[in-house]
């Protein structure tokens, strides 16, 4: 599997190292804004969705009938974009917006400010919800973004740099990335790559169809290689509106997430000097590996035939496989015998 390597970063955040994986591959750089404000400015679809032959407007129409969806929130170290998801005043937004926070300042496209609490988070697919009085808000219309297209036209709407209510456009670029947000971060399975601009503030809007529907929730901006920093013009990632969805329901019913989708080995591991593997620290009592007989001391260098070098490298792999599934991981005992053992992957916990 041919790899490429980018440097990325969280504009107004940290950097990070991201692979883009060929076939089901990606990159990025969280959104988010630590500042403070500088200007004043969820139903779900069974319909078009964002999809070829969908009931398109003009971006004036679409921009009109989704920006008051989008508000602006507010932490005590930072800034960023969220969406209304329900008439009862669930916002969902990025597990990185809300950082440690609990209670929010969150400030709609009309202006008025309102109180919000944390309902729950997930960082794994950087997705959170948020609650305000609901009130008078408009639910944004969430799309089923399987069927976006190559090509399709986008719109980005949020607050970057504190700019509320800005308004950025381009196309879908890729689909079904699979983007390691860092060190620290997490890796997003099937991740919408679009050259709509998303800049520090746009973390946890809205990307939005020509239909008027929500497609995904801009993220992460990549960083030229080679760079100090500077952006990489025309690359940027959003979290599909499918995999919000699965997430966000979720915290909203009960403030925690159930059942992820996402495959798990059940490893806390580490990298290794010599890059050639990543060392099992502490094995969760019952889970996959532990079953298959992978226990502290041992070297995992490849899971499914792909290569596991670092431990950003294991959870692509894994964002790429599902729980149930049964694969071969390669592993080197600490005694130096080499064994490949099947492991059926269990789901990431919430």
């Not at 800034?79 to 969150?106: C, K, M, P």
């Not at 966000?248 to 990298?271: E, F, H, I, K, M």
């Amino acid at each position: 599997m041919m790899r490429q390597r980018d440097r990325v970063r969280h504009p107004g955040g940290w950097p990070a190292v991201l692979a883009i994986v060929a076939l089901m591959a990606g990159a990025a750089s969280i959104a988010c804004e630590t500042g403070t404000a500088s200007s004043s400015p969820s139903t779900t679809s069974g319909g078009s969705t964002g999809g070829a032959g969908a009931q398109e407007g003009t971006s004036v129409e679409v921009v009109k009938e989704v920006s008051p969806s989008v508000v602006l929130i507010q932490t005590s170290s930072g800034l960023g974009s969220g969406e209304v998801y329900d008439s009862q005043g669930h916002i969902v937004t990025n597990a990185h917006v809300v950082g440690d926070a609990t209670s929010f300042r969150v400030t709609t496209s009309a202006g008025k400010v309102l109180q919000g609490t944390l309902t729950g988070t997930f960082p794994p697919d950087d997705i959170a919800v948020i609650k305000v009085d609901g009130n008078g808000l408009k639910p944004a219309r969430f799309g089923d973004s399987s069927r976006l297209q190559v090509g399709q036209a986008v719109l980005a709407i949020g607050n970057p740099l504190g700019l509320v209510g800005s308004v950025t456009s381009g196309i879908v670029s890729a689909l079904n990335r699979v983007v390691s947000e860092g060190e620290g971060g997490g890796t997003l399975p099937d991740a919408i790559q679009t050259s709509a601009p998303i800049n520090p503030g746009n973390s946890g809007g809205a990307l939005v169809s020509m239909a008027s529907e929500v497609v995904g929730i801009p993220t992460l901006g990549a960083v030229s290689p080679g760079s100090s920093g500077a952006p990489a013009p025309g690359i940027g990632f959003a979290i599909s509106s499918n995999r919000a969805r699965v997430i966000a329901d979720q915290l909203v019913q009960g403030g925690r997430v159930t059942n992820s989708r996402r495959a798990y080995l059940g490893v806390q591991a580490a990298n290794t000097d010599g890059g050639k593997g990543v060392v099992v620290v502490q094995v969760v009592p019952g889970g996959p590996a532990a079953q298959a007989g992978i226990g502290p001391g041992a070297l995992i260098t490849a899971v499914d035939g792909k290569p596991t070098p670092t431990t950003s490298q294991l959870s692509e792999v894994l964002a790429g496989l599902s729980p149930g599934q049964t694969v071969p991981v390669a592993v080197v005992q600490p005694n130096g015998s080499r064994a490949t053992v099947s492991v059926t992957l269990g789901p990431l916990p919430g």
